[in-house]
C-alpha cells in the first residue's frame, strides 16, 4: 500500500523539477499546513482539506474533510471513490492532483500547480464560446448594414435621382416605382412610370393645376362661392380631419383627388361613391336656401321626387319643370289614346291583325315597340314618326291615278291645301267606283235598285282640318296667323335633363313595368313612372340589401356636368345581378 | 428564483406548517396581464374602427383612419425599438425593465393589428409592403423569442445539473489531459485517433449543428468505436476516457444547442428591426415626398 507522490514545480526559467516520494500509508491527508502529506500552499486549499484513503483492488476513497470541496475531473464534489488504475483528475485551489497507477502498483499521485487563478472562476472567453457570437455575423454589423442598404435603395436613390433630373428628360425618376402604394386607374395606367407627371414638387400634395394641364375642360360643379356655402358647417369630426389635412398641406374640400382618389389599382375614376355628394346635398337646403333642389342622401331613403320638363303649352312649346307628385298633366297637342291602341280586342288590334307581318305587327294587337323604335345606342326612344309608324292604319290617300295613290304630305298644311285644291283632282269621283254590275243587275236592268248609298264625296278640303276630318283625327286644329292648321306636336325625348335614364340597362323589364300606357286615354296623361317605382329595385349605397340595386348618385347624375353632361355619356355595361 | 416567507407569520412555533410562495412573476405575467389587457383594447379599438368607418372608395393607408393606426403603428415601432436601449438600464418599480419588456412583448403583438389594418389589405412590391413584411418577420422571430425564454431556461437548467459552463469545459480539458497521458502506450493507429478526438473543438460547429444537435462526424465517437476491438489494458483505459468525455461533450453541446435556440431569433429580430426603422422611414418619408 504506497502512495507515490510526485510533485512537478517550475523554475522562473521554465525547467520543471520532479520530486518523487514514496509514502506507505492507507490514509494521506491534503491540505495547506505543512504536516500534511501533500502539502497544498495556496490559500484557497484549507489547512485540512481532504484525506485520501487507499483500499483493496487500488479503490482510492477521497473526501474533504473541511467546509470546502474539491474539484473531480472537473466537477464540484465533496466526495469521491476513484478507480486508480482508470484514473482522475482532482483540483484543490489552484493545484491539480492526477491519480493513475505506477507500473509497480503503487498510487502515483502527480501534483503541480496550474499557472493562473483562472481554473477557479472559469474562463470568460471559454465561456462566451458557448453562445453564437462566433458563429453568425454579428447583428450589430448586419443591422446597420441592412438599415443604410434599404435607406439607399427606397429613399435616396429616388430623392437624388428626382432632385437632380433635367425635367424636359424623358427618362423618369430612378427608383420610385417602389414607392408607388399601388396601381394608377385605367385613364391614367399610361403614367405608370411617370410619377413626377403628378407629384410635380417635392413634399407638395398634387395640385389641381397640375390635373387641369390635361383636363383642362372640365366644369366646376357650380360657382365656387356657391359650393362652399353648400359645404356650409361641417361636422365637428369633419372640421377636425380638414384642419389635420391642411396643417398637411393638402388642399380641399372639393379639391379634384378628395373625390378621384387615385392608386387604387386598375379601376375607373369617374364614378365616385355617394358620400362625396351627400356631404353637401344631404342639407342643401339649410345652407343654400334658394336652392331649387330638394335634399338628397341616399336614393332609398333621401331623395326628392322627379321633376320631369313637362310641355304646358303645346302652342309655345313650353316645357315646365313639374313634381311628379303634383299630378303633372302635359299638352303635347296630341290626341291621342295609348288604351285604344294597346286593347287587344279592340278595333285597333283586329285592324292591326289584318294588315299583320307586312308591319310587324302580331295577331295578338299593337305592341309598343310598333310605334316607339329605340335610339342605336338603345338609351331612350326616337319620336314617334306619322309616316313610319301611324300611316300603315291612319292612311293619308285621298286619290287613285292609274294604280297610283296619291298621299297628303303629312305635316305641311299648305301643301294640303294645294293638293286638295288641284285642278285634277275630282273628289265627287270616289277612287274606284267605275264599275258596274252585269246583266240583269247592272243600272236599267230588272233587279237594278238605286238606293241612295251613303256616299263618300273624297276628301274635302274644309273638312280634312275640321275635329272630325283626317288630320282632327289625332290633331287638334286650330288657326295659326291666320291659317288654318293644327297645334303643333311636342314629343320630348328627354324629360329629365339633369339626370341619366338608360333604357338598354333595363330591356330585361316590360315597358308596362313603369309606364302605365295601357289604362291612358288621354295623350295629357304623363306616362313616367316616380321615384317610388325606381326604388322597388334601387337603393342607395347605404343600403345591404342584396336583391336590390345599389345605386350611387353616380348612377344618374354627372358632377362636372350636370346641365349638358348626360348627353355624352355612354351607356353603361354595369352587370345587374337581380 | 427567490422564495420568501409568507409576511406576519412568526417562524417559531408554526413547525411544518411554514408555507411558502414564489414572488416571481415573469414578464407575460406582469401585473396581472396588465399590458396584455392594454393590447387588446388597443387592438379592439383598431378593429372597431376599421369596421364601422366606411372609407370610398376602399380601406386604405390614405384614410383618416389609416392615417391614425399609421401613425400609432410607427410610434409603436419605435418605442419598441428602444427595447434595445432601455434593456442596459435595469430599474424596478413601475416602469421597471420587466414592466418595459411585458409591454414591448404585448404591444409588439398589437402591431399585428394595427399595422394590418393600416394596410387596409392593400400589398404590393413596394417599400410600404417591404416595411410590413419585415415588420412582421420581427414579430414572429420575437414570438419565438417568447416561446425560448418562456421554456428553454429550465431545459438548460437541467441539463446543467449544477455544473457551471466552465466547469463542463474544465471537465472536458481534465479528461483530455488524462487522455493525453494514458494514451502513452498505444499504437500509431490508435494514438492517431486519440488526438483526432482531442484536436476537436468542441465549439467549432457552425449554427445548423449547434441548432439540430446532430454531430455525425464526432471524433471521439470515432475514436471510441476504432479502440473498441483492443483489450490491453492501456486501450481499455483510453476507452474509458473517451466514453466519459462522450458523455460530457453530449452534455456540453445540448447546452450549445439549448443555448443556440435561446440567441438565434436575436439575430434575426435585431437586424430586421433596425431593417423595419430604416423601411419605415422610407415609408413615411417617401409618402410625403410624393404627396
Same mark, same amino acid.
Given at each position: 500500500?504506497?502512495?507515490?507522490?510526485?510533485?512537478?514545480?517550475?523554475?522562473?526559467?521554465?525547467?520543471?523539477?520532479?520530486?518523487?516520494?514514496?509514502?506507505?500509508?492507507?490514509?494521506?491527508?491534503?491540505?495547506?499546513?505543512?504536516?500534511?502529506?501533500?502539502?497544498?500552499?495556496?490559500?484557497?486549499?484549507?489547512?485540512?482539506?481532504?484525506?485520501?484513503?487507499?483500499?483493496?483492488?487500488?479503490?482510492?476513497?477521497?473526501?474533504?474533510?473541511?467546509?470546502?470541496?474539491?474539484?473531480?475531473?472537473?466537477?464540484?464534489?465533496?466526495?469521491?471513490?476513484?478507480?486508480?488504475?482508470?484514473?482522475?483528475?482532482?483540483?484543490?485551489?489552484?493545484?491539480?492532483?492526477?491519480?493513475?497507477?505506477?507500473?509497480?502498483?503503487?498510487?502515483?499521485?502527480?501534483?503541480?500547480?496550474?499557472?493562473?487563478?483562472?481554473?477557479?472562476?472559469?474562463?470568460?472567453?471559454?465561456?462566451?464560446?458557448?453562445?453564437?457570437?462566433?458563429?453568425?455575423?454579428?447583428?450589430?454589423?448586419?443591422?446597420?448594414?441592412?438599415?443604410?442598404?434599404?435607406?439607399?435603395?427606397?429613399?435616396?436613390?429616388?430623392?437624388?435621382?428626382?432632385?437632380?433630373?433635367?425635367?424636359?428628360?424623358?427618362?423618369?425618376?430612378?427608383?420610385?416605382?417602389?414607392?408607388?402604394?399601388?396601381?394608377?386607374?385605367?385613364?391614367?395606367?399610361?403614367?405608370?412610370?411617370?410619377?413626377?407627371?403628378?407629384?410635380?414638387?417635392?413634399?407638395?400634395?398634387?395640385?389641381?393645376?397640375?390635373?387641369?394641364?390635361?383636363?383642362?375642360?372640365?366644369?366646376?360643379?357650380?360657382?365656387?362661392?356657391?359650393?362652399?356655402?353648400?359645404?356650409?358647417?361641417?361636422?365637428?369630426?369633419?372640421?377636425?380631419?380638414?384642419?389635420? !389635412?391642411?396643417?398637411?398641406?393638402?388642399? %380641399?374640400?372639393?379639391? @379634384? $383627388?378628395? +373625390? &378621384?382618389?387615385?392608386?387604387?389599382?386598375?379601376? =375607373?375614376?369617374?364614378?365616385?361613391?355617394?358620400?362625396?355628394?351627400?356631404?353637401?346635398?344631404?342639407?342643401?337646403?339649410?345652407?343654400?336656401?334658394?336652392?331649387?333642389?330638394?335634399?338628397?342622401?341616399?336614393?332609398?331613403?333621401?331623395?326628392?321626387?322627379?321633376?320631369?320638363?313637362?310641355?304646358?303649352?303645346?302652342?309655345?312649346?313650353?316645357?315646365?319643370?313639374?313634381?311628379?307628385?303634383?299630378?303633372?298633366?302635359?299638352?303635347?297637342?296630341?290626341?291621342?289614346?295609348?288604351?285604344?291602341?294597346?286593347?287587344?280586342?279592340?278595333?285597333?288590334?283586329?285592324?292591326?291583325?289584318?294588315?299583320? !307581318?307586312?308591319?310587324?305587327?302580331?295577331? %295578338?294587337?299593337?305592341? @309598343? $315597340?310598333? +310605334? &316607339?323604335?329605340?335610339?342605336?345606342?338603345?338609351? =331612350?326612344?326616337?319620336?314617334?314618326?306619322?309616316?313610319?309608324?301611324?300611316?300603315?292604319?291612319?292612311?293619308?290617300?285621298?286619290?287613285?291615278?292609274?294604280?297610283?295613290?296619291?298621299?297628303?304630305?303629312?305635316?305641311?298644311?299648305?301643301?294640303?291645301?294645294?293638293?286638295?285644291?288641284?285642278?285634277?283632282?275630282?273628289?265627287?269621283?270616289?277612287?274606284?267606283?267605275?264599275?258596274?254590275?252585269?246583266?240583269?243587275?247592272?243600272?236599267?236592268?230588272?233587279?237594278?235598285?238605286?238606293?241612295?248609298?251613303?256616299?263618300?264625296?273624297?276628301?274635302?278640303?274644309?273638312?280634312?282640318?275640321?275635329?272630325?276630318?283626317?288630320?282632327?283625327?289625332?290633331?287638334?286644329?286650330?288657326?295659326?296667323?291666320?291659317?288654318?292648321?293644327?297645334?303643333?306636336?311636342?314629343?320630348?325625348?328627354?324629360?329629365?335633363?339633369?339626370?341619366?335614364?338608360?333604357?338598354?340597362?333595363?330591356?330585361?323589364?316590360?315597358?308596362?313595368?313603369?309606364?302605365?300606357?295601357?289604362?291612358?286615354?288621354?295623350?295629357?296623361?304623363?306616362?313616367?313612372?316616380?321615384?317610388?317605382?325606381?326604388?322597388?329595385?334601387?337603393?342607395?349605397?347605404?343600403?345591404?340589401?342584396?336583391?336590390?340595386?345599389?345605386?350611387?348618385?353616380?348612377?344618374?347624375?354627372?358632377?362636372?356636368?350636370?346641365?349638358?353632361?348626360?348627353?355624352?355619356?355612354?351607356?353603361?355595361?354595369?352587370?345587374?345581378?337581380? | 428564483?427567490?422564495?420568501?416567507?409568507?409576511?406576519?407569520?412568526?417562524?417559531?412555533?408554526?413547525?411544518?406548517?411554514?408555507?411558502?410562495?414564489?414572488?416571481?412573476?415573469?414578464?407575460?405575467?406582469?401585473?396581472?396581464?396588465?399590458?396584455?389587457?392594454?393590447?387588446?383594447?388597443?387592438?379592439?379599438?383598431?378593429?372597431?374602427?376599421?369596421?364601422?368607418?366606411?372609407?370610398?372608395?376602399?380601406?386604405?393607408?390614405?384614410?383618416?383612419?389609416?392615417?391614425?393606426?399609421?401613425?400609432?403603428?410607427?410610434?409603436?415601432?419605435?418605442?419598441?425599438?428602444?427595447?434595445?436601449?432601455?434593456?442596459?438600464?435595469?430599474?424596478?418599480?413601475?416602469?421597471?425593465?420587466?414592466?418595459?419588456?411585458?409591454?414591448?412583448?404585448?404591444?409588439?403583438?398589437?402591431?399585428?393589428?394595427?399595422?394590418?389594418?393600416?394596410?387596409?389589405?392593400?400589398?404590393?412590391?413596394?417599400?410600404?409592403?417591404?416595411?410590413?413584411?419585415?415588420?412582421?418577420?420581427?414579430?414572429?422571430?420575437?414570438?419565438?423569442?417568447?416561446?425560448?425564454?418562456?421554456?428553454?431556461?429550465?431545459?438548460?437548467?437541467?441539463?446543467?445539473?449544477?455544473?457551471?459552463?466552465?466547469?463542463?469545459?474544465?471537465?472536458?480539458?481534465?479528461?483530455?489531459?488524462?487522455?493525453?497521458?494514458?494514451?502513452?502506450?498505444?499504437?500509431?493507429?490508435?494514438?492517431?485517433?486519440?488526438?483526432?478526438?482531442?484536436?476537436?473543438?468542441?465549439?467549432?460547429?457552425?449554427?445548423?449543428?449547434?441548432?439540430?444537435?446532430?454531430?455525425?462526424?464526432?471524433?471521439?465517437?470515432?475514436?471510441?468505436?476504432?479502440?473498441?476491438?483492443?483489450?490491453?489494458?492501456?486501450?481499455?483505459?483510453?476507452?474509458?476516457?473517451?466514453?466519459?468525455?462522450?458523455?460530457?461533450?453530449?452534455?456540453?453541446?445540448?447546452?450549445?444547442?439549448?443555448?443556440?435556440?435561446?440567441?438565434?431569433?436575436?439575430?434575426?429580430?435585431?437586424?430586421?428591426?433596425?431593417?423595419?426603422?430604416?423601411?419605415?422611414?422610407?415609408?413615411?418619408?417617401?409618402?410625403?415626398?410624393?404627396?
Amino acid at each position: 500500500m504506497t502512495f507515490r507522490i510526485r510533485q512537478i514545480e517550475i523554475t522562473a526559467t521554465g525547467r520543471e523539477i520532479v520530486r518523487d516520494r514514496d509514502v506507505s500509508t492507507d490514509t494521506i491527508a491534503i491540505g495547506r499546513s505543512t504536516e500534511n502529506d501533500i502539502h497544498l500552499p495556496d490559500l484557497a486549499v484549507e489547512a485540512r482539506h481532504a484525506t485520501m484513503a487507499l483500499h483493496s483492488g487500488g479503490r482510492l476513497e477521497v473526501a474533504a474533510t473541511g467546509s470546502l470541496g474539491f474539484v473531480r475531473d472537473g466537477v464540484d464534489t465533496r466526495s469521491a471513490v476513484i478507480d486508480s488504475r482508470g484514473g482522475a483528475e482532482l483540483g484543490f485551489g489552484t493545484y491539480r492532483v492526477t491519480v493513475s497507477q505506477d507500473t509497480d502498483g503503487a498510487v502515483l499521485l502527480t501534483v503541480r500547480q496550474t499557472d493562473s487563478a483562472a481554473t477557479r472562476s472559469g474562463d470568460l472567453e471559454e465561456k462566451r464560446r458557448f453562445s453564437l457570437q462566433g458563429v453568425l455575423p454579428g447583428k450589430r454589423m448586419v443591422s446597420w448594414g441592412l438599415g443604410l442598404l434599404i435607406l439607399l435603395a427606397f429613399l435616396a436613390v429616388p430623392i437624388i435621382s428626382h432632385a437632380t433630373r433635367d425635367p424636359d428628360s424623358k427618362k423618369g425618376v430612378i427608383g420610385d416605382a417602389s414607392w408607388n402604394p399601388g396601381g394608377l386607374s385605367l385613364a391614367h395606367r399610361s403614367l405608370s412610370d411617370r410619377c413626377e407627371t403628378c407629384h410635380v414638387k417635392a413634399f407638395v400634395s398634387v395640385r389641381d393645376e397640375t390635373c387641369r394641364t390635361c383636363h383642362k375642360d372640365v366644369h366646376d360643379h357650380a360657382d365656387p362661392q356657391r359650393l362652399a356655402l353648400a359645404r356650409g358647417n361641417m361636422p365637428l369630426g369633419d372640421r377636425i380631419l380638414w384642419s389635420v !389635412a391642411h396643417a398637411f398641406g393638402k388642399k %380641399g374640400p372639393g379639391a @379634384c $383627388q378628395d +373625390c &378621384h382618389i387615385e392608386h387604387q389599382g386598375p379601376t =375607373r375614376l369617374d364614378a365616385p361613391s355617394q358620400k362625396f355628394c351627400s356631404d353637401c346635398h344631404v342639407r342643401l337646403k339649410s345652407n343654400l336656401p334658394d336652392t331649387r333642389l330638394g335634399n338628397a342622401g341616399d336614393f332609398g331613403k333621401l331623395h326628392p321626387q322627379f321633376t320631369p320638363a313637362v310641355v304646358t303649352d303645346a302652342m309655345t312649346r313650353k316645357r315646365t319643370p313639374v313634381s311628379l307628385d303634383d299630378a303633372p298633366r302635359q299638352d303635347d297637342g296630341l290626341a291621342f289614346s295609348h288604351k285604344l291602341h294597346l286593347d287587344p280586342l279592340g278595333g285597333v288590334a283586329r285592324m292591326a291583325a289584318n294588315i299583320g !307581318a307586312e308591319r310587324g305587327y302580331r295577331p %295578338g294587337g299593337l305592341q @309598343c $315597340q310598333n +310605334c &316607339h323604335h329605340k335610339t342605336e345606342d338603345g338609351v =331612350r326612344f326616337k319620336p314617334v314618326q306619322m309616316e313610319r309608324d301611324c300611316e300603315a292604319c291612319h292612311s293619308l290617300a285621298y286619290d287613285k291615278v292609274g294604280g297610283i295613290f296619291r298621299k297628303l304630305h303629312h305635316g305641311d298644311v299648305n301643301q294640303l291645301i294645294a293638293d286638295l285644291s288641284a285642278r285634277d283632282y275630282h273628289p265627287s269621283l270616289p277612287a274606284g267606283t267605275n264599275r258596274e254590275r252585269p246583266g240583269q243587275y247592272a243600272p236599267g236592268g230588272l233587279y237594278s235598285f238605286n238606293y241612295s248609298a251613303p256616299a263618300w264625296h273624297g276628301l274635302q278640303l274644309r273638312g280634312a282640318l275640321s275635329k272630325d276630318g283626317i288630320c282632327g283625327e289625332c290633331h287638334r286644329p286650330t288657326t295659326i296667323n291666320g291659317k288654318l292648321g293644327v297645334v303643333p306636336v311636342t314629343q320630348p325625348m328627354r324629360y329629365m335633363e339633369h339626370g341619366w335614364f338608360d333604357h338598354a340597362a333595363h330591356k330585361q323589364e316590360k315597358c308596362e313595368s313603369c309606364h302605365a300606357a295601357k289604362t291612358s286615354t288621354m295623350s295629357s296623361d304623363l306616362l313616367l313612372p316616380g321615384i317610388k317605382d325606381c326604388r322597388t329595385c334601387h337603393v342607395g349605397e347605404s343600403s345591404a340589401a342584396k336583391d336590390k340595386v345599389v345605386s350611387s348618385c353616380a348612377m344618374c347624375h354627372g358632377y362636372h356636368t350636370t346641365a349638358i353632361g348626360s348627353e355624352k355619356r355612354k351607356p353603361m355595361a354595369t352587370k345587374i345581378a337581380l | 428564483m427567490a422564495t420568501v416567507q409568507k409576511s406576519g407569520v412568526p417562524e417559531s412555533g408554526r413547525g411544518a406548517n411554514r408555507e411558502y410562495q414564489s414572488s416571481h412573476e415573469g414578464f407575460l405575467r406582469h401585473r396581472g396581464f396588465r399590458w396584455m389587457k392594454i393590447a387588446t383594447a388597443l387592438c379592439v379599438i383598431a378593429i372597431a374602427a376599421y369596421f364601422l368607418t366606411d372609407p370610398k372608395p376602399r380601406p386604405s393607408g390614405s384614410t383618416w383612419v389609416g392615417y391614425t393606426l399609421g401613425t400609432i403603428g410607427a410610434l409603436l415601432i419605435v418605442w419598441l425599438s428602444l427595447l434595445g436601449i432601455r434593456k442596459r438600464a435595469i430599474t424596478e418599480g413601475r416602469w421597471s425593465l420587466k414592466a418595459w419588456t411585458s409591454a414591448h412583448v404585448y404591444l409588439g403583438l398589437s402591431l399585428i393589428v394595427v399595422a394590418t389594418l393600416h394596410t387596409g389589405f392593400q400589398f404590393g412590391w413596394n417599400v410600404h409592403t417591404l416595411a410590413y413584411a419585415l415588420m412582421m418577420l420581427v414579430i414572429l422571430s420575437g414570438l419565438f423569442g417568447i416561446w425560448a425564454y418562456s421554456t428553454l431556461p429550465s431545459a438548460l437548467s437541467t441539463n446543467r445539473e449544477q455544473m457551471t459552463q466552465g466547469q463542463m469545459i474544465d471537465a472536458i480539458r481534465a479528461l483530455d489531459r488524462q487522455l493525453n497521458d494514458a494514451a502513452q502506450p498505444l499504437e500509431r493507429a490508435q494514438s492517431d485517433l486519440v488526438i483526432a478526438a482531442l484536436d476537436e473543438d468542441p465549439f467549432g460547429a457552425g449554427l445548423l449543428r449547434r441548432l439540430s444537435g446532430h454531430y455525425p462526424q464526432c471524433a471521439t465517437q470515432a475514436a471510441i468505436m476504432g479502440l473498441a476491438g483492443e483489450h490491453d489494458a492501456a486501450s481499455e483505459r483510453v476507452e474509458k476516457l473517451l466514453v466519459r468525455r462522450k458523455a460530457q461533450l453530449e452534455r456540453l453541446r445540448r447546452q450549445m444547442r439549448l443555448k443556440a435556440m435561446l440567441e438565434v431569433w436575436l439575430y434575426v429580430h435585431v437586424p430586421a428591426t433596425m431593417a423595419l426603422l430604416a423601411a419605415l422611414t422610407a415609408h413615411i418619408i417617401s409618402v410625403f415626398y410624393y404627396w
